[in-house]
């Protein structure tokens, strides 16, 4: 089945360790995001990418890192420079090709606490 | 600066009768819109759209209102069932700068009660 992967589901770090959530997609999607829920905050933008070997700082980038070699791979890492961690992490694709009103597809989310 | 807003945190109805999301946006540039339901501890998922090019989208129980001229956006469910007790986010993209990007609302928790 097509869709977006998230590992782990939860995942505990201890202060000062840096950790990548993986986020992997069969979708054959150009773009990708990562996003940050906390409570009462929505969802905030941490990176995304429209393109492989191209990503561009969303609204909270500092303390994250992000790469795109593949087009089906977007993984983040959380350093110890981010201050507060703990939180419940997204990614998401979309499809930029045709259609440009085309929505973003959600995985299913990693829970990182930071110990 | 927060470019879509969702100014009620919390609903609450009762099963059978109307639930109505309201949203709100600043920026000019947006032409799509979307909705989100969120469950705990799981990704969104897709709810329905509408373009700028319309006033109002239909799926089933659900219905969007565009007014462009207040830059308000509404998510009417009726009737309302205790499965639709979830988060609600507003989502907002539009042409230019702002193309491949989603501008989020801090969501609606919607509980409806039999």
Known sequence: DGGITQSPKYLFRKEGQNVTLSCEQN??????????????????????????????????AEGYSVSREKKESFPLTVTSAQKNPTAFYLCASRDLSGRWDNEQFFGPGTRLTVL | DQQVKQNSPSLSVQEGRISILNCDYTNSMFDYFLWYKKYPAEGPTFLISISSIKDKNEDGRFTVFLNKSAKHLSLHIVPSQPGDSAVYFCAASGRGSTLGRLYFGRGTQLTVWP
């Open chain 1, 27 to 60: 979708l054959n999607h150009d773009a990708m995001y990562w996003y940050r829920q906390d409570p009462g905050q929505g969802l905030r933008l941490i990176y995304y990418s429209q393109i492989v070997n191209d990503f561009q700082k969303g609204d909270i």
